[in-house]
T-cell receptor, first 113, second 118 residues
Framework: AQSVTQLDSQVPVFEEAPVELRCNYS??????LFWYVQYPNQGLQLLLKYLSGSTLVKGINGFEAEFNKSQTSFHLRKPSVHISDTAEYFC???????????FGTGTRLQVTL | GAVVSQHPSWVICKSGTSVKIECRSL??????MFWYRQFPKQSLMLMATSNEGSKATYEQGVEKDKFLINHASLTLSTLTVTSAHPEDSSFYICSARRPGLAGEDEQFFGPGTRLTVL
């Protein structure tokens, strides 16, 4: 079975500051890794995914994430956040490219002026 | 990108009634759809995997007689919450799997349905 840990339930940050949202996973097999964003009362939107290849993955809205196999991590970063980035962010894993997803508990990113 | 819709976006019902939620893939055919449940300020929990033309596969602890899933076509899956009770109040989200090149399928999520049972 797989599990995902997002240690930070909330991350407050000022606009234009950099941010890192942490994600660690556990699995006995190789996994695919995803980051999703959820705005209030909406479904999930894919930010980026790691399937294979380069460990640095670039996504939409200026986000990127780095897969670190030795540390079993897939932290999400953005060099300069905007107010509109305020949302809930979920890290997820699957054993297939579109198999059922196991989600972390989410991190609330709150961007203020 | 691919679009997945859900209907209704929100519903309020009385305890004991049944509620049907539809999930549609609008611009692609989805042989597989997933149903998730999300409690306030919590993560998404997979309830079941819906396969077109066959029975759904339910996750452990999910009552299949309580949450009826029908995937009658390649673009539509429905979730019926039977004899709903207040503890069934939640945000229900579906996703649909779109086949991709080189086996890189991808899941696309619907906007969710907020169910409130009085």
């Amino acid at each position: 079975a797989q599990s995902v840990t997002q240690l930070d339930s909330q991350v407050p940050v000022f606009e234009e500051a950099p941010v890192e949202l942490r994600c660690n996973y556990s699995s006995s097999v190789s996994v695919y890794l995803f980051w999703y964003v959820q705005y209030p009362n909406q479904g999930l939107q894919l930010l980026l995914k790691y399937l294979s290849g380069s460990t640095l993955v670039k996504g939409i809205n200026g986000f990127e994430a780095e897969f670190n196999k030795s540390q079993t991590s897939f932290h999400l970063r953005k060099p300069s956040v905007h107010i509109s980035d305020t949302a809930e962010y979920f890290c997820a894993v699957s054993v297939g490219t579109a198999s059922k997803l196991t989600f972390g508990t989410g991190t609330r990113l709150q961007v203020t002026l | 990108g691919a679009v997945v819709s859900q209907h209704p976006s929100w519903v309020i019902c009385k305890s004991g009634t049944s509620v049907k939620i539809e999930c549609r893939s609008l611009d692609f055919q989805a042989t597989t759809m997933f149903w998730y449940r999300q409690f306030p300020k919590q993560s998404l929990m997979l309830m079941a995997t819906s396969n077109e033309g066959s029975k759904a596969t339910y996750e452990q602890g999910v009552e299949k007689d309580k949450f009826l899933i029908n995937h009658a076509s390649l673009t539509l899956s429905t979730l019926t919450v039977t004899s709903a009770h207040p503890e069934d109040s939640s945000f229900y989200i579906c996703s649909a799997r779109r086949p991709g090149l080189a086996g890189e399928d991808e899941q696309f999520f619907g906007p969710g349905t907020r169910l409130t049972v009085l």
